[in-house]
């Protein structure tokens, strides 16, 4: 698919594939669009779902809340997840354990941390050139920019989901994050991430993108053809799912107008006179 140049994009989380992409990708239009949904919780609370999300930050801590990251992220690229420990966190940022305390709660705080960034790099990153596109390519435009600034963190989301494959409450914390990302990405992308459907988008488009990123792992080339053409397959699959998801939303609704209907033709007349008295 063609794709117009962009700016630097952004790395992402990668989750453990847990349900099938459902997510619908519809332009708002028709209904004023909005950020992620309440149903799905708030984007950026992520951490604490995650395992323990980042301690209140103190007054003239960012300088020592990005050593930590950065200290962690260059940790995962040379070791699993399961082998980074606090003081081996601390002793690469050149801190003690507690400034690494003031700033975290968890090492998966950390990664947290780390996602919300990226979720804000990539939502400073102004796409108005693609305002006329089609949702699907914006969606498109949208996490390709991500995935082209994850070059520095291709080791480190290697090690990440082979983790992941051997410890389910990884994989489920990592989906957890990677969901609530994905809600932000489509709010860039112009489309309605609120409520129950619009999380069942983002889950399916966590799931899509967690697919996208294994075939990245094994693209060595530099202009990302097999990427592209991945995340193409991937989001036309996904638009298959959300006429799907569409059609049984309308299913539903009609059935339940229809079940209303028939308890109130079948309810006991005395029933009924008294919820008019109510009345």
Request: charged share 25%; with cysteine; proline share 5%.
């Amino acid at each position: 698919m063609a794709r117009k140049p962009r700016g630097p994009g952004i790395p992402s989380a990668t989750p453990g594939e847990v349900s099938p992409p459902g997510a619908g990708f519809q332009n708002a239009a028709g209904s004023s669009t909005s950020g992620p949904g309440a149903t799905a919780g708030a984007p950026g609370a992520g951490a604490g779902a995650a395992g323990g999300g980042a301690a209140p930050p103190r007054s003239g801590s960012s300088g020592n809340r990005q050593k930590i990251i950065d200290a962690f992220m260059g940790l995962l690229a040379v070791r699993p997840i399961e082998e980074i420990g606090f003081a081996d966190i601390a002793s690469r940022a050149g801190l003690s354990l507690a400034e690494l305390r003031d700033e975290f709660n968890s090492v998966l705080g950390i990664l947290a941390a780390h996602i919300k960034d990226i979720d804000r790099k990539v939502l400073a990153d102004s796409a108005s050139d693609m305002e006329d596109e089609s949702p699907r390519e914006r969606l498109f435009d949208v996490l390709m920019r991500r995935i082209e600034a994850l070059t520095d963190y291709k080791a480190a989301v290697r090690s990440l989901l082979r983790s992941a494959q051997y410890d389910p409450p990884l994989a489920l914390a990592l989906n957890s994050m990677s969901v609530r990302s994905m809600e932000w990405m489509l709010t860039a992308a112009d489309i309605d991430a609120a409520g129950t459907r619009g999380l069942i988008r983002a889950q399916g488009l966590a799931v899509l993108y967690s697919r996208v990123l294994r075939v990245w792992l094994r693209d060595d080339d530099e202009g990302l053809a097999r990427t592209m053409a991945a995340l193409d397959r991937q989001l036309a699959n996904g638009q298959r799912w959300a006429g799907f998801l569409d059609g049984l939303c309308r299913m539903h609704h009609r059935l339940c107008r229809r079940g209303e209907r028939f308890r109130d033709r079948v309810r006991p007349r005395d029933e009924r006179d008294d919820a008019a008295i109510a009345i």
